[in-house]
Protein backbone atom coordinates (compact mmCIF):
# COMPACT_ATOMS: atom_id res chain seq x y z
CA UNK A 1 0.00 0.00 0.00
CA UNK A 2 1.18 3.49 -0.89
CA UNK A 3 2.45 5.73 2.05
CA UNK A 4 -0.44 7.98 2.38
CA UNK A 5 0.68 12.15 2.46
CA UNK A 6 -1.64 14.74 3.06
CA UNK A 7 0.65 17.50 2.35
CA UNK A 8 4.26 18.29 2.24
CA UNK A 9 6.87 19.45 4.57
CA UNK A 10 8.92 22.42 4.80
CA UNK A 11 11.33 21.97 1.92
CA UNK A 12 15.27 21.96 3.68
CA UNK A 13 16.98 24.87 2.27
CA UNK A 14 14.32 27.12 5.05
CA UNK A 15 15.05 25.31 7.73
CA UNK A 16 18.93 23.91 7.84
CA UNK A 17 22.12 25.89 6.41
CA UNK A 18 24.00 22.83 5.95
CA UNK A 19 24.82 21.31 2.55
CA UNK A 20 23.16 17.95 1.42
CA UNK A 21 24.45 14.84 -0.50
CA UNK A 22 22.87 16.69 -4.02
CA UNK A 23 25.40 19.10 -3.69
CA UNK A 24 28.50 17.50 -3.68
CA UNK A 25 30.52 16.20 -6.34
CA UNK A 26 31.09 13.12 -5.57
CA UNK A 27 31.89 11.05 -8.79
CA UNK A 28 34.89 9.01 -8.48
CA UNK A 29 35.53 10.32 -4.75
CA UNK A 30 35.44 7.89 -1.81
CA UNK A 31 32.14 8.81 0.44
CA UNK A 32 31.76 7.88 4.13
CA UNK A 33 28.21 7.43 4.89
CA UNK A 34 27.16 7.07 8.20
CA UNK A 35 24.39 5.10 8.95
CA UNK A 36 22.10 3.52 11.62
CA UNK A 37 22.63 -0.30 10.81
CA UNK A 38 21.59 -0.81 14.93
CA UNK A 39 19.36 -3.18 14.12
CA UNK A 40 17.49 -5.76 16.33
CA UNK A 41 18.85 -9.59 16.32
CA UNK A 42 17.90 -12.45 17.44
CA UNK A 43 20.50 -15.32 19.44
CA UNK A 44 21.26 -16.25 15.75
CA UNK A 45 22.70 -13.29 14.27
CA UNK A 46 19.17 -12.99 12.37
CA UNK A 47 18.17 -9.91 11.87
CA UNK A 48 14.41 -9.61 13.10
CA UNK A 49 13.43 -5.63 11.67
CA UNK A 50 15.63 -4.16 8.65
CA UNK A 51 13.42 -0.87 8.64
CA UNK A 52 16.61 1.00 9.69
CA UNK A 53 18.87 -0.91 6.48
CA UNK A 54 16.06 -0.15 4.29
CA UNK A 55 15.61 3.51 4.87
CA UNK A 56 19.42 4.75 4.16
CA UNK A 57 18.81 2.82 0.72
CA UNK A 58 18.03 6.16 -1.11
CA UNK A 59 20.83 7.49 -0.16
CA UNK A 60 23.21 4.28 -0.42
CA UNK A 61 21.91 4.15 -4.30
CA UNK A 62 22.22 7.85 -4.92
CA UNK A 63 25.99 7.59 -4.33
CA UNK A 64 25.73 4.28 -6.28
CA UNK A 65 24.17 6.16 -9.16
CA UNK A 66 26.74 8.82 -8.81
CA UNK A 67 29.73 6.78 -9.35
CA UNK A 68 31.10 7.27 -5.99
CA UNK A 69 33.30 5.12 -3.59
CA UNK A 70 30.84 4.11 -1.01
CA UNK A 71 32.21 3.20 2.67
CA UNK A 72 29.29 2.33 4.96
CA UNK A 73 29.98 2.78 8.42
CA UNK A 74 27.47 2.09 12.14
CA UNK A 75 27.36 0.86 15.02
CA UNK A 76 25.57 -1.98 16.56
CA UNK A 77 24.26 -2.46 20.04
CA UNK A 78 26.96 -1.41 22.97
CA UNK A 79 29.92 -3.90 22.47
CA UNK A 80 31.50 -1.10 24.97
CA UNK A 81 34.95 0.18 23.03
CA UNK A 82 35.72 -4.17 22.56
CA UNK A 83 35.49 -6.73 19.79
CA UNK A 84 32.63 -9.17 20.66
CA UNK A 85 31.25 -11.22 17.57
CA UNK A 86 27.86 -10.61 19.04
CA UNK A 87 27.86 -7.33 17.94
CA UNK A 88 29.43 -8.28 14.37
CA UNK A 89 27.63 -5.97 11.35
CA UNK A 90 28.38 -9.05 9.06
CA UNK A 91 24.40 -10.08 8.96
CA UNK A 92 24.02 -6.58 8.15
CA UNK A 93 26.36 -6.69 5.34
CA UNK A 94 24.82 -9.64 3.70
CA UNK A 95 21.29 -8.18 3.74
CA UNK A 96 22.18 -5.10 2.32
CA UNK A 97 24.11 -7.17 -0.50
CA UNK A 98 20.78 -8.51 -0.67
CA UNK A 99 18.32 -5.30 -0.81
CA UNK A 100 20.97 -3.68 -3.58
CA UNK A 101 21.39 -6.50 -5.48
CA UNK A 102 25.23 -6.21 -5.41
CA UNK A 103 27.90 -6.70 -3.41
CA UNK A 104 28.89 -5.78 -0.47
CA UNK A 105 32.51 -6.05 0.30
CA UNK A 106 33.02 -6.68 4.26
CA UNK A 107 35.71 -5.51 6.46
CA UNK A 108 36.49 -7.12 9.62
CA UNK A 109 37.71 -3.44 11.22
CA UNK A 110 36.87 0.08 10.46
CA UNK A 111 40.43 1.50 10.71
CA UNK A 112 43.92 1.04 9.97
CA UNK A 113 46.22 -0.38 6.97
CA UNK A 114 44.36 -3.29 5.99
CA UNK A 115 41.14 -0.99 5.96
CA UNK A 116 42.61 1.68 3.63
CA UNK A 117 44.94 -0.84 1.54
CA UNK A 118 41.00 -2.55 0.13
CA UNK A 119 39.98 1.09 0.16
CA UNK A 120 42.34 2.12 -2.49
CA UNK A 121 41.37 -0.73 -4.72
CA UNK A 122 37.70 0.41 -4.76
CA UNK A 123 36.05 1.40 -8.34
CA UNK A 124 33.23 3.50 -9.18
CA UNK A 125 30.02 2.32 -7.71
CA UNK A 126 31.39 -0.06 -5.34
CA UNK A 127 30.19 -0.42 -1.94
CA UNK A 128 32.12 -1.49 1.63
CA UNK A 129 30.95 -1.85 4.90
CA UNK A 130 32.98 -1.40 7.85
CA UNK A 131 32.67 -3.39 11.49
CA UNK A 132 30.98 -1.84 14.17
CA UNK A 133 32.86 1.15 15.17
CA UNK A 134 32.15 0.79 18.34
CA UNK A 135 34.28 -1.90 18.71
CA UNK A 136 36.91 1.03 19.29
CA UNK A 137 36.45 2.81 22.44
CA UNK A 138 37.37 6.34 20.54
CA UNK A 139 34.05 6.03 19.16
CA UNK A 140 31.92 7.06 21.80
CA UNK A 141 34.59 9.53 23.31
CA UNK A 142 34.46 11.14 20.22
CA UNK A 143 38.30 10.88 20.31
CA UNK A 144 40.59 12.86 17.43
CA UNK A 145 43.05 10.16 16.40
CA UNK A 146 40.45 7.60 16.01
CA UNK A 147 38.19 10.24 13.63
CA UNK A 148 41.33 11.23 12.20
CA UNK A 149 41.46 7.22 11.05
CA UNK A 150 38.17 7.34 9.91
CA UNK A 151 38.33 10.49 7.97
CA UNK A 152 41.15 8.97 6.39
CA UNK A 153 39.56 6.76 4.38
CA UNK A 154 37.44 9.27 2.36
CA UNK A 155 37.16 12.44 0.66
CA UNK A 156 33.27 13.55 1.56
CA UNK A 157 31.43 12.52 4.72
CA UNK A 158 27.81 12.20 4.88
CA UNK A 159 25.51 11.94 7.71
CA UNK A 160 22.44 9.42 7.14
CA UNK A 161 22.52 8.42 10.87
CA UNK A 162 19.11 9.86 12.30
CA UNK A 163 19.04 7.77 15.22
CA UNK A 164 23.01 8.91 16.32
CA UNK A 165 22.51 12.55 15.39
CA UNK A 166 21.74 13.43 18.84
CA UNK A 167 25.25 11.80 19.97
CA UNK A 168 28.60 13.92 19.72
CA UNK A 169 30.82 10.56 18.57
CA UNK A 170 33.75 10.11 16.44
CA UNK A 171 31.51 9.06 13.33
CA UNK A 172 29.19 11.59 13.87
CA UNK A 173 31.20 14.83 15.17
CA UNK A 174 34.47 14.37 14.64
CA UNK A 175 34.97 13.22 11.13
CA UNK A 176 32.52 15.81 9.92
CA UNK A 177 34.90 18.81 11.40
CA UNK A 178 37.53 17.20 9.09
CA UNK A 179 35.88 16.39 6.07
CA UNK A 180 33.35 18.32 3.76
CA UNK A 181 30.57 17.05 4.92
CA UNK A 182 26.66 16.45 4.01
CA UNK A 183 23.37 15.29 5.08
CA UNK A 184 21.69 12.26 3.64
CA UNK A 185 18.57 11.63 2.11
CA UNK A 186 17.02 10.22 5.48
CA UNK A 187 18.25 12.95 7.65
CA UNK A 188 16.82 15.01 5.70
CA UNK A 189 13.56 14.10 5.48
CA UNK A 190 13.67 13.87 9.75
CA UNK A 191 14.75 17.38 9.75
CA UNK A 192 12.10 18.25 7.02
CA UNK A 193 9.25 16.33 8.47
CA UNK A 194 10.11 16.72 13.01
CA UNK A 195 11.63 20.68 12.50
CA UNK A 196 10.24 21.74 9.50
CA UNK A 197 6.50 20.91 10.38
CA UNK A 198 7.03 22.53 14.09
CA UNK A 199 8.37 25.61 12.97
CA UNK A 200 5.65 25.95 10.13
CA UNK A 201 3.05 23.79 10.65
CA UNK A 202 -0.64 23.26 8.40
CA UNK A 203 -3.21 24.42 11.05
CA UNK A 204 -5.24 23.11 13.35
CA UNK A 205 -1.35 22.22 14.84
CA UNK A 206 -2.04 18.68 17.14
CA UNK A 207 0.30 17.10 19.65
CA UNK A 208 -0.52 13.78 21.22
CA UNK A 209 2.06 12.54 24.35
CA UNK A 210 2.09 9.72 25.91
CA UNK A 211 4.87 7.31 27.48
CA UNK A 212 5.84 6.87 31.05
CA UNK A 213 7.10 10.45 32.53
CA UNK A 214 6.23 13.79 32.34
CA UNK A 215 10.03 14.08 32.55
CA UNK A 216 11.36 12.88 29.57
CA UNK A 217 8.74 14.92 27.65
CA UNK A 218 9.19 18.46 29.51
CA UNK A 219 11.34 20.21 26.69
CA UNK A 220 8.37 18.98 24.14
CA UNK A 221 5.60 20.61 26.01
CA UNK A 222 7.98 23.47 26.68
CA UNK A 223 8.73 24.02 22.68
CA UNK A 224 5.43 23.58 21.81
CA UNK A 225 3.59 25.37 24.34
CA UNK A 226 3.03 28.21 21.88
CA UNK A 227 3.04 26.28 18.63
CA UNK A 228 0.25 23.91 18.76
CA UNK A 229 -3.83 24.14 18.27
CA UNK A 230 -4.30 21.11 20.80
CA UNK A 231 -2.71 18.99 23.28
CA UNK A 232 -3.43 15.79 24.31
CA UNK A 233 -2.04 13.69 26.85
CA UNK A 234 -2.02 9.70 28.03
CA UNK A 235 -0.28 6.85 29.08
CA UNK A 236 1.91 7.05 32.48
CA UNK A 237 2.40 10.97 32.47
CA UNK A 238 -1.14 11.79 31.91
CA UNK A 239 -1.38 10.73 36.03
CA UNK A 240 1.03 13.38 36.76
CA UNK A 241 -0.95 16.01 35.40
CA UNK A 242 -4.37 14.60 37.02
CA UNK A 243 -2.74 14.23 40.33
CA UNK A 244 -1.44 18.10 40.44
CA UNK A 245 -5.50 19.06 39.12
CA UNK A 246 -6.28 17.83 42.85
CA UNK A 247 -7.44 14.57 41.99
CA UNK A 248 -6.51 11.13 43.74
CA UNK A 249 -5.25 8.81 41.10
CA UNK A 250 -4.34 5.70 43.25
CA UNK A 251 -0.95 4.00 42.45
CA UNK A 252 -0.72 5.14 39.32
CA UNK A 253 2.73 6.40 37.87
CA UNK A 254 3.10 9.71 39.38
CA UNK A 255 6.45 12.21 39.54
CA UNK A 256 6.07 13.85 42.74
CA UNK A 257 9.04 16.11 41.51
CA UNK A 258 7.10 17.26 38.07
CA UNK A 259 3.40 17.88 39.91
CA UNK A 260 4.73 21.70 39.43
CA UNK A 261 5.93 21.39 36.23
CA UNK A 262 2.87 19.70 35.03
CA UNK A 263 0.18 22.42 36.52
CA UNK A 264 2.61 25.11 35.29
CA UNK A 265 2.53 23.89 31.85
CA UNK A 266 -1.35 23.00 31.64
CA UNK A 267 -1.90 26.80 32.67
CA UNK A 268 0.03 28.25 30.15
CA UNK A 269 -1.08 25.86 27.39
CA UNK A 270 -4.95 27.19 28.70
CA UNK A 271 -3.50 30.63 28.58
CA UNK A 272 -2.80 30.75 25.07
CA UNK A 273 -6.13 29.31 23.98
CA UNK A 274 -4.65 25.70 23.58
CA UNK A 275 -7.14 22.81 23.92
CA UNK A 276 -5.96 20.84 26.70
CA UNK A 277 -6.37 17.27 27.05
CA UNK A 278 -6.53 14.29 29.04
CA UNK A 279 -8.05 11.12 30.04
CA UNK A 280 -11.27 11.09 31.28
CA UNK A 281 -11.41 7.45 32.03
CA UNK A 282 -9.34 4.66 32.37
CA UNK A 283 -8.25 0.66 32.41
CA UNK A 284 -6.82 -0.02 35.86
CA UNK A 285 -5.42 -2.84 37.57
CA UNK A 286 -3.76 -3.99 40.84
CA UNK A 287 -0.69 -4.99 38.83
CA UNK A 288 1.01 -5.10 35.77
CA UNK A 289 0.74 -8.40 34.90
CA UNK A 290 -0.86 -10.49 32.13
CA UNK A 291 -4.05 -11.81 33.49
CA UNK A 292 -4.18 -9.49 36.64
CA UNK A 293 -8.17 -8.24 37.05
CA UNK A 294 -8.68 -5.23 35.44
CA UNK A 295 -11.74 -2.73 35.40
CA UNK A 296 -12.74 0.56 34.08
CA UNK A 297 -13.25 3.50 35.80
CA UNK A 298 -13.71 7.10 35.38
CA UNK A 299 -10.17 9.12 35.84
CA UNK A 300 -12.04 10.58 38.59
CA UNK A 301 -12.28 7.29 40.59
CA UNK A 302 -9.36 5.56 40.64
CA UNK A 303 -9.15 3.24 43.95
CA UNK A 304 -6.42 3.35 46.15
CA UNK A 305 -3.96 0.44 45.54
CA UNK A 306 -5.10 0.19 41.66
CA UNK A 307 -2.94 1.72 39.24
CA UNK A 308 -4.12 3.11 35.45
CA UNK A 309 -2.66 1.35 32.80
CA UNK A 310 -4.44 2.39 29.44
CA UNK A 311 -6.51 4.89 28.51
CA UNK A 312 -10.63 3.77 28.93
CA UNK A 313 -13.04 4.10 25.60
CA UNK A 314 -14.75 7.09 26.56
CA UNK A 315 -10.94 8.73 26.52
CA UNK A 316 -10.27 7.39 22.91
CA UNK A 317 -13.50 8.44 21.77
CA UNK A 318 -12.89 11.74 22.87
CA UNK A 319 -8.93 12.34 21.41
CA UNK A 320 -10.29 10.69 18.42
CA UNK A 321 -12.70 13.85 17.99
CA UNK A 322 -10.24 16.53 19.06
CA UNK A 323 -7.73 15.06 15.88
CA UNK A 324 -11.08 14.91 13.60
CA UNK A 325 -10.35 18.35 12.52
CA UNK A 326 -6.59 18.47 12.54
CA UNK A 327 -4.25 19.28 9.75
CA UNK A 328 -1.11 18.59 11.29
CA UNK A 329 -0.42 16.06 13.71
CA UNK A 330 2.45 15.07 15.92
CA UNK A 331 2.21 11.79 17.70
CA UNK A 332 5.22 10.90 20.53
CA UNK A 333 4.30 7.96 23.48
CA UNK A 334 1.67 5.07 23.54
CA UNK A 335 -1.41 6.20 25.51
CA UNK A 336 -0.91 2.70 28.02
CA UNK A 337 1.33 -0.03 28.60
CA UNK A 338 0.53 -1.37 25.21
CA UNK A 339 3.17 -4.01 25.23
CA UNK A 340 0.08 -6.19 27.18
CA UNK A 341 -2.80 -6.85 25.26
CA UNK A 342 -5.41 -6.20 28.62
CA UNK A 343 -3.84 -1.91 28.28
CA UNK A 344 -3.27 -1.81 24.42
CA UNK A 345 -6.76 -0.79 22.87
CA UNK A 346 -6.15 2.68 23.92
CA UNK A 347 -2.87 3.33 22.09
CA UNK A 348 -4.30 1.12 19.03
CA UNK A 349 -7.28 3.23 19.18
CA UNK A 350 -5.43 6.36 18.99
CA UNK A 351 -3.21 4.79 16.28
CA UNK A 352 -6.10 4.32 14.16
CA UNK A 353 -7.59 7.05 14.26
CA UNK A 354 -3.94 8.82 13.74
CA UNK A 355 -3.60 6.74 10.96
CA UNK A 356 -8.15 8.08 9.62
CA UNK A 357 -7.40 11.77 9.71
CA UNK A 358 -7.16 13.83 6.70
CA UNK A 359 -3.29 15.70 8.20
CA UNK A 360 0.21 15.25 7.98
CA UNK A 361 0.71 13.09 10.23
CA UNK A 362 4.30 12.50 11.95
CA UNK A 363 5.44 9.01 14.30
CA UNK A 364 7.64 9.68 17.17
CA UNK A 365 10.75 6.85 16.73
CA UNK A 366 10.88 4.22 19.28
CA UNK A 367 7.72 2.65 21.28
CA UNK A 368 4.99 4.59 19.29
CA UNK A 369 6.94 3.41 15.89
CA UNK A 370 6.06 -0.14 17.41
CA UNK A 371 2.53 0.63 18.44
CA UNK A 372 1.85 1.77 15.02
CA UNK A 373 3.13 -1.07 12.87
CA UNK A 374 1.58 -3.34 15.50
CA UNK A 375 -1.88 -1.72 15.39
CA UNK A 376 -1.18 -2.20 11.41
CA UNK A 377 -1.51 0.75 10.28
CA UNK A 378 1.97 2.11 9.59
CA UNK A 379 1.60 2.48 5.82
CA UNK A 380 -1.33 5.25 6.30
CA UNK A 381 0.92 7.36 8.35
CA UNK A 382 2.93 10.19 7.00
CA UNK A 383 6.01 10.02 8.33
CA UNK A 384 7.50 7.47 10.99
CA UNK A 385 10.34 8.89 12.56
CA UNK A 386 13.73 6.49 12.41
CA UNK A 387 14.83 7.95 16.05
CA UNK A 388 13.54 7.61 19.90
CA UNK A 389 16.29 10.19 21.76
CA UNK A 390 17.12 12.42 18.67
CA UNK A 391 13.53 12.73 17.41
CA UNK A 392 12.22 14.09 20.66
CA UNK A 393 15.85 16.41 20.55
CA UNK A 394 14.46 18.01 17.36
CA UNK A 395 10.87 18.40 18.95
CA UNK A 396 12.46 20.30 21.70
CA UNK A 397 13.69 22.67 19.38
CA UNK A 398 17.27 21.52 20.00
CA UNK A 399 20.41 21.50 17.58
CA UNK A 400 21.59 17.86 17.23
CA UNK A 401 25.50 17.74 17.69
CA UNK A 402 25.47 15.41 14.26
CA UNK A 403 23.90 17.88 12.44
CA UNK A 404 25.41 20.81 14.05
CA UNK A 405 28.90 19.75 12.79
CA UNK A 406 28.14 19.34 9.10
CA UNK A 407 29.43 21.86 6.33
CA UNK A 408 27.26 25.01 6.19
CA UNK A 409 25.64 25.60 2.96
CA UNK A 410 27.29 29.50 1.87
CA UNK A 411 24.82 32.15 1.55
CA UNK A 412 23.95 32.82 -2.42
P1 LIG B 1 8.38 6.58 27.03
O1 LIG B 1 9.70 5.91 26.75
O2 LIG B 1 8.43 7.62 28.11
O3 LIG B 1 7.69 7.04 25.77
O4 LIG B 1 7.47 5.44 27.67
C1 LIG B 1 7.03 4.31 26.98
C2 LIG B 1 6.55 3.32 28.00
O5 LIG B 1 5.53 3.89 28.77
C3 LIG B 1 5.95 2.07 27.39
O6 LIG B 1 6.82 1.01 27.61
C4 LIG B 1 4.64 1.88 28.16
O7 LIG B 1 4.48 0.57 28.63
C5 LIG B 1 4.78 2.85 29.31
N1 LIG B 1 3.47 3.34 29.77
C6 LIG B 1 2.49 3.88 29.04
N2 LIG B 1 1.43 4.16 29.79
C7 LIG B 1 1.73 3.79 31.05
C8 LIG B 1 1.00 3.82 32.27
N3 LIG B 1 -0.25 4.28 32.34
N4 LIG B 1 1.62 3.36 33.39
C9 LIG B 1 2.88 2.87 33.31
N5 LIG B 1 3.61 2.82 32.18
C10 LIG B 1 3.04 3.28 31.04
Known amino acids: MARKNNGNPAPIKDILNKLTIEELNIKGKRVFIRADFNVPLDDNLSITDDRRIRSTLPTIDYAIDEGAKVILASHLGRPKGKVDPRFTLAPVAKRLQRLLGKEVIFVQDCIGLQVESIVSKMKEGDVLLLENLRFHPGEEKNDGEFAKALAKLADYFVNDAFGAAHRAHASTVGIARILPSAVGFLLRKEIEYLKGTVQNPVRPFVAILGGAKVSGKIGVLENLVDKVDKVIVGGG ?8 MGYEVG ?26 YLPVDSVIAQSIEAGSETKLVTTQEIPKGWRALDIGPASAKLFSEAIQDAKTIIWNGPMGVFEMDAFSRGTFAIARSVSDAYALTIVGGGDTDLAVHRAGVSDSISFISTGGGASLQLLEGKELPGIAALTDRKEE
Not at 237 to 244: L, N, Q, R, S
Not at 251 to 276: H, Q, Y
Open 237 to 244: MAYTFIKA
Open 251 to 276: DSLVETEMLEFAEMIRRKLIKNNVKF
